[in-house]
């Protein structure tokens, strides 16, 4: 069964400061993968996805992510974050045949003044 | 813009209950979803549906039935409400087709207490 592993449950950071928020995912078929984040009180939104193409897939508020298919990872990085960034986000998975989408259990970012 | 709505923001009920969370979308998309989310735990998929009476098990389905009677429209039902569904329930819906498919779309959820 495929699954999605997002290892750091919370991760703090310095304003201003680089962040890199780790996925893995298990699957041996093609898969779509997707970033989402969720602010404080606040529903879900899509943050980027990675259909095809281009591995390297960005944001419009500077969020980036790689897809590794070797590693099977899709980190989402950003080199500078903001107060505004502070929220939970979840990694999720789709896989080329299915028709559902498997999200791993969310990482909170906590910004440090 | 896609909106999805839910019925409720919040709702407290009783042991035993029967309860309904309507959700509904206006934009057209074939798939919907019924996710519950607890701390620690991130998401997880109750039901989906691809098509109108369509119904798939996600990775919780005990204890839950869904209804698409229409393609806007997903229905969420707890036959007999236990504590331990206590949780915030989010709907969402996607596209199967085209550039933004597989997006999902996610309504404001619904924060079930049941005592």
Same mark, same amino acid.
Request: with cysteine.
């Given at each position: 069964?495929?699954?999605?592993? #997002? =290892?750091?449950? #919370? ?26 984040? #969720? ?7 899509? =943050?980027?996805?990675? =259909? ?18 070797? #590693? ?42 | ?8 923001? $919040? ?52 204890? $839950? ?36 498919? $597989?997006?999902? $779309? ?10």
């Amino acid at each position: 069964a495929q699954s999605v592993t #997002q =290892l750091d449950s #919370q991760v703090p950071v310095f304003e201003e400061a680089p962040v890199e928020l780790r996925c893995n995912y298990s699957s041996s078929v093609s898969v779509y993968l997707f970033w989402y984040v #969720q602010y404080p009180n606040q529903g879900l939104q899509l =943050l980027l996805k990675y =259909l095809s193409g281009s591995t390297l897939v960005e944001s419009i508020n500077g969020f980036e992510a790689e897809f590794n298919k070797s #590693q099977t990872s899709f980190h989402l990085r950003k080199p500078s974050v903001h107060i505004s960034d502070t929220a939970e986000y979840f990694c999720a998975v789709r896989r080329n045949r299915d028709d559902k989408i498997i999200f791993g259990k969310g990482t909170r970012l906590h910004i440090l003044p | 813009d896609v909106k999805v709505t839910q019925s409720s923001r $919040y709702l407290v009920k009783r042991t035993g209950e029967k309860v309904f969370l309507e959700c509904v979308q206006d934009m057209d998309h074939e798939n919907m979803f019924w996710y519950r989310q607890d701390p620690g735990l991130g998401l997880r998929l109750i039901y989906f549906s691809y098509d109108v009476k369509m119904k798939e098990k996600g990775d919780i389905p005990e204890g $839950y039935s869904v209804s698409r009677e229409k393609k806007e429209r997903f229905s969420l039902i707890l036959e007999s409400a236990s504590t331990n569904q206590t949780s915030m329930y989010l709907c969402a819906s996607s596209l199967e087709s085209g550039p933004r498919r $597989y997006e999902q $779309y996610f309504g404001p959820g619904t924060r079930l207490t049941v005592t």
